[in-house]
Nanobody, 124 residues
Framework: QLQASGGGFVQTGNSLRLSCVAS????????VAWFRQAPGKEREFVGA????????SYADSVKGRFTISRDRAKKTVDLQMNSLKPEDTAIYYC???????????????????WGQGTLVTVSS
């Protein structure tokens, strides 16, 4: 029901835009989050947009460089990533939930639907 795309190989300082597309009966009123997982590391919260669209949150490590936006008509949530660093290298996942409370937005287990992930590699 969620599909992430847009990953690729870029050099330090460049940009990528990831897209998370909802399909099927997925509600456009979901809270959608982006997580990432680097090799040998735990899944890490990147950012989230609340179902109402009124609240957006970012991890400190990406704040000021990454931007989340939503297009309800297209059922997409995009992650614009600028000024990429080698430490941003990871598989990026989008996740959705109709019921997650905002205080739990950074908790992977709070999301019941996950996309398949898209690989982002940033070379130094």
């Amino acid at each position: 029901q969620l599909q992430a795309s847009g990953g690729g190989f870029v050099q330090t300082g460049n940009s990528l835009r990831l897209s998370c597309v909802a399909s099927g009966r997925t509600s456009s009123g979901w809270t959608v989050a982006w997580f990432r997982q680097a090799p040998g590391k735990e899944r890490e919260f990147v950012g989230a947009i609340f179902r109402s669209g009124g609240s957006i949150s970012y991890a400190d490590s990406v704040k000021g460089r990454f931007t989340i936006s939503r297009d309800r008509a297209k059922k997409t949530v995009d992650l614009q990533m600028n000024s990429l660093k080698p430490e941003d290298t990871a598989i990026y996942y989008c996740a959705g939930s109709e019921s997650v409370i905002w205080s739990a937005r950074a908790t992977p287990n709070a999301y019941g639907v996950w996309g398949q992930g898209t690989l982002v590699t940033v070379s130094s």
